[in-house]
């Protein structure tokens, strides 16, 4: 299991954990100087994590585009967004990108959510950490829900939801669905709700 070195609620300096493999993991909040690290993350994803990220194939995307949409993303969390980013030290280098998490207030209440572990971090724990913090600190702004859109084949991101303790809503829309995790429910409202939702309807689909 993790070992949570630092308190988890200081989310405005560097928390540092370590995997069950022994993997130390350092994150700290997204900056509006760091497009490089989205760039260098998105560099190391695979077709297939691109596609689930992002909901279309960008194998052959213009590089360009990419550092043009990092700075745009980096730059949102001095507004209307918040971010988390994970180091690893490789040995190639210290301080290699290996995941992040945010996301962008619609609402005073809703806000979208994203995350990306590069290739050869994923299924370590990573994004499921990542989304508790951003969760942790999208509570105390008083966002009540996150929504999403997950493609229903993405099996690791769907894995990442089942370990929240929350009440995670999702309608399929064909190959993919919009989620929706309510995050200021009480355990007995939880259980009251999918009490009613397994004796009268089947829509939207809880599973858990």
């Not at 989310?11 to 350092?26: A, D, E, F, K, V």
């Not at 009251?192 to 829509?203: I, Q, R, T, V």
Request: net charge negative; hydrophobic share 40%.
């Amino acid at each position: 299991m993790r070992h949570v070195v630092n308190n988890m609620v200081k989310l405005q300096g560097i928390n540092s954990y370590q995997t069950g493999s022994g993997l130390w993991i350092h994150v700290r909040p997204l900056l509006p100087q760091d497009a490089p690290f989205l760039v260098d993350l998105f560099e190391n994803m695979g077709s297939e994590s691109r596609y689930n990220r992002f909901l279309q194939p960008l194998d052959q995307v213009d590089m360009d585009y990419v550092w043009t949409e990092a700075e745009q993303i980096a730059e949102k969390v001095a507004t209307v967004s918040y971010g988390l980013v994970a180091f690893v030290d490789m040995p190639e280098r210290d301080g290699v990108p290996v995941g992040v998490a945010r996301y962008v207030e619609l609402t005073s209440t809703r806000a979208e959510i994203a995350v990306s572990v590069r290739d050869d971090m994923q299924r370590k724990g990573i994004g499921t950490e990542l989304m508790r913090l951003l969760i942790l600190h999208a509570k105390i702004r008083g966002i009540e829900q996150l929504v999403g859109t997950v493609q229903n084949s993405n099996a690791p991101m769907w894995a990442m939801l089942h370990k929240l303790n929350y009440r995670v809503e999702h309608q399929s829309e064909g190959s993919y669905s919009e989620i929706i995790i309510h995050l200021h429910e009480s355990a007995h409202r939880r259980e009251d709700y999918l009490d009613a939702a397994a004796d009268y309807s089947p829509e939207p689909q809880l599973s858990w």
